[in-house]
């Protein structure tokens, strides 16, 4: 199975500081056509995970825009450009390049 | 809109059949391109994928519980079920449901239903 590892683990913040998240994969997620499935979710406390980012880049429905996605290969980034009190909680990363699908172990994100 | 609800029998026995129920609206799993996904997480930990039904009736598992997992449809009733065979404490988690449409994988989930096991 394919191995996302995510970095840091735990991440303390200010509000309005901008911050990043790493998810390096053991192999490469780009596919014979071309795709690369990789995604983010954002788990608040005591709720579902929600979706941010698919297709490595991509804003979810209803996403602010201060999320952004980036990466290739096996070396992919979230960023929050200026983190506001909602964005508490754990994100996850997740590849569906490779069955079966498999999410990083998490990071998450508190106030400092 | 979109929503998806999870069911199931809360606590059960080791060596028991889990058996848990989707209920959704908002899309239908008879639509080209659409999917319904079970993920699963223990209490503090993280996620990990169970199985996908797509709506021309493909199934996909984790290999790693493949031989316990089933996972159907009522495209009628609106609902995608899974079963989990000769379970056992390393089973209890909150267990999902989870909309793939297309590329979107997992872009909407249910609220997620507890499941312990437990003699």
């Known amino acids: 199975d394919v191995v996302l590892t995510q970095t840091p683990s735990t991440l303390s913040a200010t509000i309005g500081q901008s911050v990043s998240i790493s998810c390096r994969s053991s192999q490469s997620l780009l596919d014979s056509a071309g795709n690369t499935y990789l995604y983010w979710y954002l788990q608040r406390p005591g709720q579902s995970p929600q979706l941010l980012i698919y297709l490595v880049s991509n804003l979810g429905s209803g996403v602010p825009n201060r999320f952004s996605g980036s990466g290739s290969g096996t070396d992919f980034t979230l960023k929050i450009s200026g983190v506001e009190a909602e964005d508490l909680g754990v994100y996850y990363c997740?590849?569906?390049?490779?069955?079966?699908?498999?999410f990083g172990g998490g990071t998450k994100l508190e106030l400092k | 809109q979109v929503t998806l609800k999870e069911s199931g029998p809360g606590i059960l026995q080791p060596s028991q059949t889990l058996s848990l129920t989707c209920t959704f609206s908002g899309f239908s799993l008879s639509t080209y391109g659409m999917g319904v996904g079970w993920i699963r997480q223990p209490s503090g930990k993280g996620l990990e994928w169970l199985a996908n039904?797509?709506?021309?009736?493909?199934?996909y598992y984790n290999p790693s519980l493949k031989n316990r997992l089933t996972i159907s449809k009522d495209t009628s009733n609106n609902q995608a079920f899974l079963k989990i065979t000769n379970v056992d404490t390393a089973d209890t988690a909150t267990y999902y449901c989870a909309r793939t449409e297309g590329t979107h994988y997992f872009d909407y989930w249910g609220q997620g239903v507890m499941v312990t096991v437990s003699s």
């Open positions: 039904i797509w709506w021309d009736d493909d199934k």
């Open positions: 997740m590849q569906a390049t490779h069955a079966p699908p498999t």
